[in-house]
């Protein structure tokens, strides 16, 4: 980075990085975060038992549908085409935690650590929509980027 604020022009005014003379490379994210419950929400979502239904499932078609809009949320954030988006979870029953882990990757001249961050997020707060009425202490934690590959940065791996 040479400390260049990339996302101003020189006016000081907003604007969207031009990336048009970048080259377009396999780019690759990994984010994760948990969301921390009551045994009681923990042992609802495991059994299949939350009144609202299959949580698990609407929060990875959240998690991925809400990759295919990051652009939406957020400010100046390239519109990427993906090629793949993934939610996978992890059931951490001592803790009364999930995991969840959001892969993304696109061809393209910018990269999609956005997109798996917020689709990481999203699934991590449907999973709270769908069992508030059991447990309204639940918390997200430690969403961070877990690993990213392509573009001109190389490769980032935090696993």
């Given at each position: 980075?040479?400390?260049?604020?990339?996302?101003?022009?020189?006016?000081?005014?907003?604007?969207?990085?031009?990336?048009?003379?970048?080259?377009?490379?396999?780019?690759?994210?990994?984010?994760?975060g948990?969301?921390?419950?009551?045994?009681?929400?923990?042992?609802?979502?495991?059994?299949?038992?939350?009144?609202?239904?299959?949580v698990?499932?609407?929060?990875?078609?959240?998690?991925?549908?809400?990759?295919?809009?990051?652009?939406?949320?957020?400010?100046?954030?390239?519109?990427?085409?993906?090629?793949?988006?993934?939610?996978?979870?992890?059931?951490?029953?001592?803790?009364?935690?999930?995991e969840?882990?959001?892969?993304?990757?696109?061809?393209?001249?910018?990269?999609?650590?956005?997109?798996?961050?917020?689709?990481?997020?999203?699934?991590?707060?449907?999973?709270?929509?769908?069992?508030?009425?059991?447990?309204?202490?639940?918390?997200?934690?430690?969403?961070?980027?877990?690993?990213?590959?392509?573009?001109?940065?190389?490769?980032?791996?935090?696993?």
């Amino acid at each position: 980075m040479n400390g260049a604020m990339t996302h101003v022009d020189e006016d000081g005014k907003a604007i969207m990085v031009d990336v048009s003379a970048k080259v377009d490379t396999k780019r690759t994210a990994i984010a994760s975060g948990r969301i921390f419950m009551s045994r009681q929400a923990f042992d609802a979502i495991a059994g299949g038992t939350v009144p609202k239904g299959d949580v698990l499932a609407a929060a990875r078609i959240a998690g991925i549908m809400a990759t295919k809009q990051t652009s939406s949320l957020i400010p100046l954030c390239h519109n990427l085409l993906l090629t793949s988006a993934q939610l996978d979870f992890r059931l951490l029953s001592e803790e009364c935690a999930i995991e969840a882990v959001c892969t993304v990757a696109s061809t393209g001249k910018t990269g999609v650590e956005m997109e798996a961050l917020t689709g990481a997020t999203i699934s991590l707060l449907t999973i709270y929509d769908f069992c508030k009425a059991i447990d309204r202490s639940m918390h997200v934690e430690d969403v961070h980027l877990q690993f990213k590959d392509g573009g001109k940065s190389g490769c980032y791996d935090r696993r």
